[in-house]
């Protein structure tokens, strides 16, 4: 399995980006696809899950300004981000769980104030 994210940038305050990550390879029909994020000298963290049946889960400071979505057959996973602050400011990982756990390379986000 592998994974191809882009569509990070540098946006002001109050802008969007809409980061995507393209899944290929053997895919299970059952999956979950993830998108975290990792801010300088932070770890890691859970941004927003969608399932293949499209249940989400998002972490408290993405409700409401943040949506995960699926396109092309399922295997894109989007995540619309809007209203965007600078502590939304780091590299943004998507993740696929389907007979193992798969990273993508991460595509930076950077929010000015």
């Known amino acids: 399995v592998q994974l191809q994210a882009s569509g990070g940038g540098l946006v002001q305050a109050g802008g969007s980006l809409r980061p995507s990550c393209a899944v290929s390879g053997s895919i299970f029909t059952f999956n979950i696809m993830e998108w975290f994020r990792q801010a300088p000298g932070k770890e890691r963290e859970m941004v927003a899950q969608i399932t293949n049946d499209g249940k989400t889960v998002y972490a408290d400071s993405a409700k409401g300004r943040f949506t995960i979505s699926r396109a092309n057959a399922k295997n894109t996973v989007l995540l619309q981000t809007n209203s965007l602050r600078p502590e939304d400011t780091g590299v943004y990982y998507c993740?696929?769980?389907?007979?193992?756990?798969?990273w993508g390379q991460g595509t930076q986000v950077t929010v000015s104030s």
């Open positions: 993740r696929y769980l389907g007979g193992g756990a798969y």
